[in-house]
């Protein structure tokens, strides 16, 4: 009896799958590439490809009282060009949008990025639900006061356009897919 109750729940069950699965939707921390924007994290995966959003707060302070607020938002889309049960590969992007006050002498200012990175993901399941994501691509940068950049690093800087470090560069995230 014993055995026949364990085939004929066997074969009403039906086969787990990993991450990457339609319909599904994921949440945790990611960044960009530009190593500025990037937060809290919602990915949403529609089978063949996947896209999401981040949001994030950074209260800075200094030894000398100045408090300043920056903020972060964008998005991402990715196309996966190849799918394993626990893995996929992709190509897409992100665009994110960075402000930045400081203070100094008495002045507020506030600097406003943007990044748009277009690149390659690879997402590795580590459970059938949790997906670790590694990016490589290229930061095209705009700022505000600053101009244009092309490169693999943060655009940060008043009045020039340094920080930017080489041509490609990286970032990770984390997400729990719920199904």
């Known amino acids: 009896m014993r055995k026949t109750t364990t085939l004929f729940l066997l074969a009403l069950s039906t086969p787990a799958f990993a991450g990457g699965q339609e319909d599904s939707l994921g949440v945790g921390a990611e960044y960009m590439m530009n190593g ?8 949403y995966d529609i089978g063949k490809m996947h896209f999401g959003g981040f949001i994030g707060f ?10 300043t607020t920056d903020y972060t938002l964008g998005g991402r889309f990715f196309y996966h060009m190849h799918s394993t049960a626990m ?18 002498g008495g002045d507020t200012q506030r600097d406003t990025y943007l990044y748009i990175e277009p690149g390659v993901q690879i997402r590795a399941f580590v459970a059938a639900n949790v997906a670790l994501s590694f990016n ?9 006061d600053d101009g244009i950049a092309i490169g693999g690093g943060t655009f940060v ?23």
């Open 87 to 104: 893995s996929d590969f992709s190509i897409g992007g992100a665009v994110g949008f960075y402000s930045d006050e400081s203070r100094g």
């Open 36 to 43: 500025l924007s990037g937060g809290a994290s919602v990915n």
């Open 136 to 144: 490589v691509g290229v930061v095209l940068a705009a700022n505000d």
């Open 58 to 67: 950074f209260d800075n302070g200094d030894e000398m009282g100045n408090d």
């Open 157 to 179: 800087g008043r009045g020039s356009n340094s920080g930017i470090g080489g041509i490609v560069t990286g970032s990770a995230g984390i997400h729990y897919y719920f199904f």
